[in-house]
T-cell receptor
């Protein structure tokens, strides 16, 4: 069974600092890895999708890397803003998604 | 539609009551998934459809849970004789074709509270 771990579980940073969120998974035979954002009481918003043949994806201030051999992905958020405060979920897909518990982020103005 | 639509957004059920949760996926999306998210946890897989075929229901927690997608579009998750441990957010996601290189789009979820 695929196990996904996200570290740290929670973090607070001052506005302007870069965020680094880590995700690890146990089974490297994945089709893709997806990062989601979840705001309190809301559904999941897709941020970045990395296909298994790719090593990274970028969108604006967000960059996600994938190292299948070590079973790791990292989400970087540059120059954090208070609006980035949310829970970030990593999910790996192999006919169904396995999620981590999330990184709860608070950006302090 | 433009996104995945779920209804109702909130549902309060008395213990023992049956409930039905609806998911309307993105038009043309072949794959449809249901997930259960308990408070403070990541979503947990329940079941998966490809068109009208239910290919994987291994995540359904008990035989009180039943899902269908009779015409390959709208899906319904039914929970019979609800219990307090069923309280959670139920999320529906759709994908163009499984997860073979394509991402998933999630709905806003249905928050079920069993009292």
């Amino acid at each position: 069974k695929q196990e996904v771990t996200q570290i740290p579980a929670a973090l607070s940073v001052p506005e302007g600092e870069n965020l680094v969120l880590n995700c690890s998974f146990t089974d490297s035979a994945i089709y893709n890895l997806q990062w989601f954002r979840q705001d309190p009481g809301k559904g999941l918003t897709s941020l970045l999708l990395i296909q298994s043949s790719q090593r990274e994806q970028t969108s604006g201030r967000l960059n996600a890397s994938l190292d299948k051999s070590s079973g790791r992905s990292t989400l970087y958020i540059a120059a954090s803003q208070p609006g980035d405060s949310a829970t970030y979920l990593c999910a790996v897909g192999n006919n169904r998604l396995a999620f981590g518990k999330g990184n709860q982020v608070v950006v302090i103005p | 539609g433009a996104g995945v639509s779920q209804s109702p957004r909130y549902k309060v059920a008395k213990r023992g009551q049956d409930v039905a949760l609806r998911c309307d996926p993105i038009s043309g999306h072949v794959s449809l998934f249901w997930y259960q998210q308990a408070l403070g946890q990541g979503p947990e897989f329940l079941t998966y459809f490809q068109n009208e075929a239910q290919l994987d229901k291994s995540g359904l927690p008990s035989d009180r849970f039943f899902a269908e997608r009779p015409e390959g579009s709208v899906s319904t998750l039914k929970i019979q004789r609800t219990q307090q441990e069923d309280s959670a957010v139920y999320l529906c996601a759709s994908s163009f074709l499984g997860d073979r290189g394509y991402g998933y789009t999630f709905g806003s979820g249905t928050r079920l509270t069993v009292v």
